[in-house]
T-cell receptor, first 114, second 114 residues
Framework: AQTVTQSQPEMSVQEAETVTLSCTYD???????LFWYKQPPSRQMILVIR????KQQNATENRFSVNFQKAAKSFSLKISDSQLGDTAMYFCALNAGNNRKLIWGLGTSLAVNP | ETGVTQTPRHLVMGMTNKKSLKCEQH?????MYWYKQSAKKPLELMFV???????ENNSVPSRFSPECPNSSHLFLHLHTLQPEDSALYLCASSQGITFSYEQYFGPGTRLTVT
């Protein structure tokens, strides 16, 4: 079975600081994609960053980067220079093999404080 | 309109009513999805359509009936719902259904069943 676990239901960070959200997953597939999605209070879910399992280099998108540890099945998201607009629910998701489904974590609610 | 749109944004219906949720994507994608988002639960995939053909139906009760008349439009017809069906219903689209494609989400319809 494929699973995604986000062990931090809530986190907070001061504006301009760095925060790391954790995600662990399990799959028996060799090739898969991992995603971080963000859902702000306005509710529209948007993709933050994605990582292909075969790529050793960690993905980065501006202030967002991941620490992908394939052996440990860990996929954490680092947000640098946090901004108030980063306040949102963050979901980690896995899509593996022939599965048409994204497997989702429960999410981490991040509050960026001024 | 850009991206993925959903109407209505809010819906209150009685258990004996019939209503429909509408989703439209303006991205030229070939796949569309319905998700149910409830508090404290992972996103639940309900239906997947690829090129207007239903390819996934995750044991969803028959009181939910999807319709995909073309690759840009997706409907979810609702009838005789239960209070536990109250949730946020998200529509998403992607370029294809293979696991590498990211999904683009609409803002959701907040459904309350009374």
């Amino acid at each position: 079975a494929q699973t995604v676990t986000q062990s931090q239901p809530e986190m907070s960070v001061q504006e301009a600081e760095t925060v790391t959200l954790s995600c662990t997953y399990d799959t028996s597939e060799n090739n898969y994609y991992l995603f971080w999605y963000k859902q702000p209070p306005s509710r529209q879910m948007i993709l933050v960053i994605r990582q292909e399992a075969y790529k050793q280099q960690n993905a980065t998108e501006n202030r967002f980067s991941v620490n992908f540890q394939k052996a440990a099945k860990s996929f954490s998201l680092k947000i640098s220079d946090s901004q108030l607009g980063d306040t949102a629910m963050y979901f980690c998701a896995l899509n593996a093999g022939n599965n048409r489904k994204l497997i989702w974590g429960l999410g981490t609610s991040l509050a960026v404080n001024p | 309109e850009t991206g993925v749109t959903q109407t209505p944004r809010h819906l209150v219906m009685g258990m004996t009513n019939k209503k429909s949720l509408k989703c439209e994507q303006h991205l030229g994608h070939n796949a569309m999805y319905w998700y149910k988002q409830s508090a404290k639960k992972p996103l639940e995939l309900m239906f997947v359509y690829s090129l207007e053909e239903r390819v996934e139906n995750n044991s969803v009760p028959s009181r939910f009936s999807p319709e995909c008349p073309n690759s840009s439009h997706l409907f979810l017809h609702l009838h005789t719902l239960q209070p536990e069906d109250s949730a946020l219903y998200l529509c998403a689209s992607s370029q294809g259904i293979t696991f590498s494609y990211e999904q683009y989400f609409g803002p959701g319809t907040r459904l309350t069943v009374t």
